[in-house]
Structures are given as structure tokens and as C-alpha cells.
């Protein structure tokens, strides 16, 4: 399976400024996707990246709060701008296994990035 | 749109035997995956069911039917590590690949 590196792994950041997490895959993927993670809560998608045109975004989720990067088929960068408490929370990104073929094949997550805002 | 539910929480002693169900309604189906997160982790893939039927891979089984919409996990011989979340996910139809998950048991397993 897939092996993802995110960086940076935690984070407290001041309200108002802007944080860019990193994903880097093992692998060519095509599409990598962006999780969000509330304390105790679910996994909610934010947006899905996409090599070579803009990212789709989830209802919720607008890109000038969430710009999102896709370079080339194996990085992709989540930034969250114009911070607030109310985005601390925990980003993971992710990656389908198997090549996009959905007969078994789980997806793979980054460590994940523990945003605090203060 | 796409839904998934499963109970909030599940406690069980060491070496007794869990099932942590799920149903779902989905406008197309691709199959339920099983994934286990622990606190402050990333969460693991454990099992996909595309078929009815149980799918076993060592002490965690999985079992789907799709006439139900509805599947579980069972997890045997638990040990104290199985402490831990557990999503049930479905792929969203079409091909977005997008992956949308339940609200997730939380497993404790007790001494």
C-alpha cells in the first residue's frame, strides 16, 4: 500500500494567520483527498485534489478559506487561511490503494496534522 | 446522498468477542470498508465487503448484506490494544473516489 508522509505533524497557530500542510505519497496517485477531524468526531471530507485542474470541494468548504495545491501526482498541500478557533481540528490526507480500482483496495491516511488556533 | 450509522460507544472485557454494526443508505453502492483508529492516529484500513457474506482476515471478520443494508465487524479474542475508534465507510458512486464515513464506535475494552 501507499506510504504518505504529512508534515507538519501539530501545530498552534495564532488566529488570523495561515498554516500549509504538506502531503508527499510514495507513489503516483491520481486523485488525493483532504479530511477533516473535529475532536471525538468523525472524518468529514474537505476537498479532493485533483493533478492538473482546480480541487473539488465538499458543501461547507469554500477554496479562499482552503486553497489547496496538486503539483504533480505525488505531493499535494492544504492550506487553512484566516484562522479561528473553530478550525483546530485534525487534517489528514488520503490516498485510494490499488490503483483506483474500487474492488478491495482501502485507502491510505497521513499521520495527520494536529492544528491548534489560539 | 449517503449516510452511515453505527452506535457511539462499545465496551467488552479482554478475550470476549464485539460486533459493532452499521447500516447505510446510499444512492449507489461500492462495498463497506472497516477502519480502526487510535487515539491521536490515523485511521487503518481493516476490511472491505463488496459481496454478501463474512470476510475474515485473523481476529477481525467483517460481514456484509446488502439486502439490509447493513454490515458488521466482529472482533475476537479482544485484547486491550482493539481500544480504539471504528469507522464503517462507504465509497461515494461515480467516479470521485470520495470516502464518507460513519460517526464511529468507540471500542473500550476493559481488564
Redesign the interface.
Known amino acids: 500500500?501507499a506510504v504518505i508522509s504529512q508534515k507538519p505533524s501539530r501545530d498552534i497557530c495564532q488566529r488570523g494567520t495561515s498554516l500549509t500542510i504538506q502531503c508527499q505519497v510514495d507513489s503516483q496517485v491520481?486523485?488525493m483527498?483532504w479530511y477533516r477531524q473535529q475532536p471525538g468526531?468523525?472524518?468529514t471530507?474537505i476537498a479532493?485534489a485533483n493533478q492538473g485542474s482546480e480541487a473539488?470541494y465538499e458543501s461547507g468548504f469554500v477554496i479562499d478559506k482552503f486553497p489547496i495545491s496538486r503539483p504533480n501526482l505525488t505531493f499535494s498541500t492544504l492550506t487553512v487561511s484566516n484562522m479561528s478557533p473553530e478550525d483546530s481540528s485534525i487534517y489528514?490526507c488520503?490516498v485510494?490503494?490499488g490503483g483506483?480500482e474500487?474492488?478491495?483496495?482501502?485507502?491510505?491516511?497521513?499521520?495527520?496534522t494536529?492544528l491548534t488556533v489560539v | 446522498g449517503q449516510s452511515l450509522e453505527q452506535p457511539s460507544e462499545v465496551t467488552a472485557v479482554e478475550g470476549a468477542i464485539v460486533q459493532i454494526n452499521c447500516t447505510y443508505q446510499t444512492s449507489g453502492f461500492?462495498?463497506l470498508?472497516w477502519?480502526q483508529q487510535h487515539d491521536?492516529?490515523?485511521?487503518?484500513?481493516?476490511s472491505?465487503n463488496?459481496l454478501d457474506g463474512l470476510e475474515e482476515t485473523g481476529r477481525f471478520s467483517s460481514f456484509l448484506s446488502r439486502s439490509d443494508s447493513y454490515g458488521y465487524l466482529l472482533l475476537q479474542e479482544l485484547q486491550m490494544k482493539d481500544s480504539a475508534s471504528y469507522?464503517c465507510a462507504v465509497?461515494s458512486p461515480g467516479n470521485?473516489?470520495?470516502?464518507?464515513?460513519?460517526?464511529?464506535t468507540t471500542l473500550q475494552v476493559k481488564p
Open positions: 500500500s491520481t486523485m483527498f468526531q468523525s472524518l471530507l479532493t473539488t489528514l488520503s485510494e490503494d483506483g474500487p474492488v478491495g483496495y482501502g485507502y491510505t491516511f497521513g499521520s495527520g494536529r | 461500492y462495498g470498508s477502519y491521536g492516529g490515523a485511521p487503518t484500513f481493516l472491505y463488496a469507522f465509497r470521485t473516489g470520495k470516502l464518507i464515513f460513519g460517526q464511529g
